[in-house]
């Protein structure tokens, strides 16, 4: 069974220009092309197209996909490869969670600066947005 590109977007709910773009940069395999010159692919895009849409959904930058699914095409090599790229995954998450979680601290103080008693000329809101040195901790 093949599929026309929109076909192939339906089923993965990847966008026609993401799915081109993925095309382009040879994360997919070039499609098969009928004599009108239309893109028709095949399971095994498919299947690709659903791991790549579910390593972007993980957060997985491009380079690690694409080795990811080098790794993929060589199934009796180690897995360590793989790992790592979990890993190092894993720990930018909490990075980010771990700063998440300071901006959350710095605008939860922020919006509690103002009560319903204060014009804009003295709203502590838009002082606090506007000099970063009256935030309490590094965000």
């Known amino acids: 069974m093949d599929f026309s590109i929109g076909e192939l977007s339906k089923r993965t709910g990847v966008k026609v220009p993401t799915i081109r773009y993925y095309e382009k940069e040879g994360l997919l ?12 692919f095949l399971q095994a895009d498919l299947e690709r197209l ?6 972007r959904d993980l ?17 009796d090599r180690p897995c360590q490869q793989a ?28 919006a509690s600066c103002c009560g319903d ?3 804009v000329a003295d709203c502590n809101v838009l002082k606090a947005f506007g000099d970063h040195s009256l935030c309490r901790d590094e965000h």
């Open 59 to 75: 957060g997985l930058p491009m380079p690690a996909i694409r080795d990811l699914i080098d790794l993929s095409q060589h199934p």
């Open 117 to 119: 008693d204060h014009t």
């Open 83 to 110: 790992d790592r790229i979990a890993a190092d995954q894993l720990k930018a998450v909490r990075q980010r969670i771990a700063h998440l979680k300071k901006l959350e601290t710095e605008l939860k103080r922020i």
């Open 29 to 40: 395999n070039a499609p098969i092309r009928t004599e009108g010159n239309q893109r028709r």
């Open 50 to 55: 659903g791991f790549i849409k579910h390593c």
